[in-house]
């Protein structure tokens, strides 16, 4: 079992939708968490990081940590095309190293 | 502020060859330094990363070495190519352990 599971996708929704991506693991000493949003051909861009349980909020994007079900998510509200790109999900105990999701290809269609 | 610097964008390189990519970061001093391979259809792969001038923590056996002469430059290396370095290499810093990390734009190598 992967440490760190993502759905590949890819998930197409019509502009305006709410999206939901989400992440699950398997190591419950994991307590920072992020997402990741990666345009093709370049470097992944931070989006939201939390520490623990519950949820942060930043604009049209929410994230949510449920650490009893080791499951993480990131919602994204009135999706538009510009948020077609591949998401990544990591997280750590807290050391220096960050354990990354293979990514979820999602694509808004206008 | 703070800006990360990777370069090339791009490298088309012969098996058996060197390689040096480098990373330099601004605007801030003992950064946390890392070097990610990303594979197509795979995750991040964490390959190095160095808390300090000097100090290099090796994640993956393999044919590559990093360093780090200065406190805001990573640099990555390999004496001989293999076809299975091909790949996009990612250097990252993040100033400690309660930030996120910073992704440069990163270089992708094809070993041909």
């Known amino acids: 079992q992967k440490e760190v599971e993502q759905d590949p996708g890819p998930l197409s929704v019509p502009e305006g939708a709410i999206v939901s991506l989400n992440c699950t693991y398997s190591n419950s000493a994991f307590q920072y968490f992020m997402w990741y949003r990666q345009y093709s051909r370049k470097g992944p861009e931070l989006l939201m990081y939390t520490y623990s349980s519950g949820n942060k909020e930043d604009g049209r994007f929410t994230a949510q940590v449920d650490k009893s079900s080791k499951y993480i998510s990131l919602f994204i509200r009135d999706s538009q095309p510009s948020d077609s790109a591949t998401y990544l999900c990591?997280?750590?105990?807290?050391?220096?190293?960050?354990?990354f999701g293979t990514g979820t290809r999602l694509k808004v269609l206008a | 502020s703070q800006t990360i610097h990777q370069w090339p964008a791009t490298l088309v390189q012969p098996v058996g060859s060197p390689l040096s990519l480098e990373c330099t970061v601004e605007?801030?001093?003992?950064?946390?330094l890392y070097w990610y391979r990303q594979a197509a259809g795979r995750g991040l792969q964490l390959l190095f990363y160095s808390v300090g001038i000097g100090q290099i923590s090796s994640e993956v056996p393999q044919n590559l070495s990093a360093s780090r002469p200065q406190d805001r430059q990573f640099i990555l290396s390999s004496k001989k190519l293999l076809l299975s370095d091909s790949g996009f290499y990612l250097c990252?810093?993040?100033?400690?352990?309660?930030?996120?990390?910073?992704f440069g734009s990163g270089t992708r190598l094809t070993v041909v």
């Open positions: 990591a997280m750590s105990e807290g050391t220096y190293k960050y354990i």
């Open positions: 605007g801030t001093s003992n950064p946390n």
């Open positions: 990252a810093w993040r100033p400690n352990r309660a930030y996120g990390y910073t």
